[in-house]
């Protein structure tokens, strides 16, 4: 396995997460969408209240299920063997896209428990196709000068290049707004 960097926010991991979502959805198909943090809570509260089996249940019965910000808060004791749980019930059975900002590298950190970390990775990543995402944040690039200088320096802020316009020159004098 490579090294993965922790992705930057704002680079547009969650829109094209939902994007995918909503064409799953126009497909006739069934999709669930929450966090890391909300899906972890319902199934620790589920386990509280003797009800883990049907919430397992609830989250394979989709035909998608998005998991988004992996990685940005912290997970609860015990929640790491949840989360397994619930990728063990979709194993091979319903298609997960999961979004985060760190690299497969850290998620023994960020589950707090390298061997389930493994056991997830092992799952999720037999079939997988991963979509890294490089960038500048888009929500910051216009007001990267607000951000301290020793933030800016570990945050891509700058925006990429203008893409280069391919083929033939426009029409009629028409003005190329890709290139200025």
Known sequence: MGHYEPRSPGTGK??????????????????????LAELIEALTKAEREGRLVEKIRFYTRASLLIVDEMGYLPIT??????????????????????????????????????VVA??????????????????????????????????RAHANLTPPPAPRRRGRPPKNGAVDHLNG
């Open 118 to 151: 493994t056991a997830l990775l092992d799952r999720l990543l037999h079939h997988a196709v991963v979509v890294q995402i490089e960038g500048a944040s888009y929500r910051l690039r216009q007001h990267a000068d607000l951000i301290p200088e020793h933030t």
């Open 14 to 35: 969650s829109h094209l997460a939902t994007a995918i979502g909503v064409a799953v959805v126009k497909a006739g198909r069934s999709v669930y969408r929450c966090s």
């Open 77 to 114: 004791p015990g929640g790491a063997n949840l989360f397994f749980q619930l990728v063990n019930a979709r194993y091979e059975k319903g298609a997960m896209i999961l979004t985060s900002n760190r690299g497969f590298a850290e998620w023994g950190e960020v589950f707090g428990d390298p």
